[in-house]
């Protein structure tokens, strides 16, 4: 078999905050009877839906794949995948809440996987008015905040980010944040599911209580002082892409065209996460030959690192977010 992209299976999560139409990215999942608030793209229980892997679950597979996709310099990779994608559907807000970094987590949350949560988001689409909020404010210290929280007005201790579709956000572990409603994002992250809230709007879970708060750990946490979340300044390249998040943990470019493409590989692990447009997908220049593949919108593809060079020929514009993880 031709070493080719393989395409992973999304996993649908409900969430108290979530949507119950998923379209356009997912035009079946309408009138749905819970609200889906996330749609893993790389979660250990998504499943390859072709190649070698087909059938298996991203987590079985990872610790055993060779080196023609974790590539010759890295060493022995971690036991599970590095890089989390989601898209998000809001239709409420998030919590108010913080990651811890990899230091902390290592210390305090072993039994939770140990690794810290820095993460980006792409604004897929928005209605007008929608926002985020990234960050404290200048001059916010612990006193503060522990009242604001004690007050029920933390959110208002956060830098407003009014947002639209194309827009970039990246979120360093410590960086205390929420998202608003009316849009969908694209998320990438450290895999880990890490959270400490701090506000959650008087929201019940299902059994009718409220729904924990960490805000002790979230303290132990947060980032005072200067901050290094919020949107990023984008400069376009057209024949490299936009790159949108640069980072230890990944890297994020964004690639749009509505004719033949050809991307050179980086050698290193890579996602192709395509938010608009269809076609084919070409590989060449492998030990082990020549593949074809079509992709789709919503669609996640994992490309091995000794894949040296994809040509993408669309049949509609196409959209895609380009991952890398520098393992």
Not at 14 to 28: D, Q
Not at 272 to 297: K, P
Request: net charge negative; aromatic share 8%.
């Amino acid at each position: 078999m031709a070493l080719r992209p393989v395409r992973l299976e999304p996993l649908f999560v409900p969430r108290i905050w979530g949507a119950r139409s998923l379209a356009p990215l997912f035009p079946e999942k309408k009138s749905l009877t819970e609200p889906i608030g996330e749609v893993w793209l790389t979660g250990n229980d998504c499943r390859f839906a072709d190649g070698p892997f087909a059938g298996e679950r991203l987590g079985d597979a990872w610790p055993c794949m060779g080196e023609e996709w974790v590539g010759k310099l890295a060493s022995r990779h971690s036991k599970k995948f590095p890089v989390l994608a989601k898209f998000l559907f809001p239709e409420d807000k998030l919590s108010v809440q913080v990651h811890p970094d990899d230091d902390y987590a290592s210390h305090h949350e072993a039994a939770a996987g140990g690794t810290g949560k820095t993460e980006m988001w792409y604004v897929v689409s928005a209605r007008p008015g929608a926002e985020v909020r990234v960050g404290l404010r200048p001059g916010i210290n612990v006193s503060e905040f522990r009242r604001a929280v004690g007050d029920g007005r933390v959110e208002d201790l956060l830098e407003r980010i009014p947002v639209q579709a194309g827009d970039a956000i990246f979120v360093p572990a410590g960086t205390v944040h929420t998202i608003g409603s009316d849009m969908v994002l694209c998320e990438v992250q450290q895999n880990s599911d890490i959270t400490y809230r701090i506000h959650d709007f008087g929201r019940l879970d299902a059994r009718g209580n409220p729904r924990e708060l960490h805000i002790e750990k979230a303290l132990g946490v947060t980032r005072f002082g200067q901050q290094h979340g919020g949107k990023v300044t984008l400069h376009d390249d057209i024949r490299k892409g936009t790159l949108l998040v640069e980072c230890a943990y990944f890297n994020v470019v964004k690639h749009e065209f509505d004719e033949a493409a050809h991307v050179q590989s980086t050698e290193k692990l890579e996602l192709l996460i395509f938010l608009e447009g269809s076609g084919t997908l070409n590989t060449g220049n492998t030990d082990s030959g020549e593949a074809s593949i079509e992709y789709s919108r919503a669609q996640t593809w994992l490309v091995p690192c000794a894949l040296r060079e994809m040509a993408f020929a669309p049949k509609k514009p196409t959209k895609m977010l380009r991952v890398t993880a520098p393992l």
